[in-house]
């Protein structure tokens, strides 16, 4: 379970990178040449929401597990509180920021109402919100990003010993991240290759 899940976020790491590099002027291209409609938007707004709602999901599960970890050998009395308390940080933590950042401009748009659009300390907040949103979702896509590679890595560290006896004198962040990424490029080729094939009888 925990090796498999380290598959899955060293994939969607991978995959965000490679689309990012390999994908990018298409999909600029297709989006200039393509204008959507409001129901296309909110279609793909939503896929993207239960994209990252599932890989956070994966995200939480991991850590839950990497915490009840490192208290297996302790007894229960210890293990239940600490890996209680990690669940529900885990969960406050990612879903509610993500519904914060979500709201975020919602928020700055409700101040630039209430300033009725006069210069003002309302107004001026209001819109350093709005104008802020893409970018913090930016940010976090790419913080996102190395931390699924990040947490995949240090799953495989921690659980194969041959690659911890390896990589000992490497910084662990280092071999942590270079890991999870040759973890993901493994699974997105696979990944990849599977489709082409099945492409060639599935038409």
């Given at each position: 379970?925990?090796?498999?899940?380290?598959?899955?976020?060293?994939?969607?790491?991978?995959?965000?990178?490679?689309?990012?590099?390999?994908?990018?002027?298409?999909?600029?291209?297709?989006?200039?040449?393509?204008?959507?409609?409001?129901?296309?938007?909110?279609?793909?707004?939503?896929?993207?929401?239960?994209?990252?709602?599932?890989?956070?999901?994966?995200?939480?599960?991991?850590?839950?597990?990497?915490?009840?970890?490192?208290?297996?050998?302790?007894?229960?009395?210890?293990?239940?509180?600490?890996?209680?308390?990690?669940?529900?940080?885990?969960?406050?933590?990612?879903?509610?920021?993500?519904?914060?950042?979500?709201?975020?401009?919602?928020?700055?748009?409700?101040?630039?109402?209430?300033?009725?659009?006069?210069?003002?300390?309302?107004?001026?907040?209001?819109?350093?919100?709005?104008?802020?949103?893409?970018?913090?979702?930016?940010?976090?896509?790419?913080?996102?990003?190395?931390?699924?590679?990040?947490?995949?890595?240090?799953?495989?560290?921690?659980n194969v010993d041959e690659l911890h006896?390896?990589?000992?004198?490497?910084?662990?962040?280092?071999?942590?991240?270079?890991?999870?990424?040759?973890?993901?490029?493994?699974?997105?080729?696979?990944?990849?290759?599977?489709?082409?094939?099945?492409?060639?009888?599935?038409?």
């Open positions: 379970m925990l090796m498999l899940g380290g598959v899955y976020l060293a994939y969607e790491g991978a995959e965000k990178i490679y689309e990012y590099f390999f994908h990018k002027e298409e999909k600029q291209r297709l989006t200039s040449m393509e204008p959507k409609s409001q129901e296309q938007i909110l279609t793909d707004e939503k896929e993207k929401i239960k994209s990252a709602i599932f890989t956070d999901f994966i995200l939480s599960v991991e850590i839950i597990i990497i915490a009840l970890s490192t208290v297996a050998d302790k007894p229960l009395s210890i293990q239940i509180p600490v890996v209680t308390f990690i669940a529900i940080l885990a969960t406050v933590g990612v879903y509610g920021i993500v519904a914060l950042i979500v709201r975020m401009d919602d928020f700055g748009y409700k101040l630039i109402a209430m300033g009725n659009g006069a210069k003002g300390a309302l107004t001026t907040i209001g819109k350093m919100l709005v104008a802020a949103l893409p970018k913090v979702i930016k940010s976090l896509t790419v913080i996102g990003t190395l931390a699924m590679l990040l947490v995949a890595g240090e799953i495989y560290l921690h006896k390896r990589l000992h004198d490497i910084p662990e962040m280092i071999s942590a991240l270079g890991l999870g990424l040759i973890v993901g490029i493994i699974a997105l080729l696979f990944v990849q290759g599977f489709s082409k094939i099945k492409s060639l009888f599935v038409k």
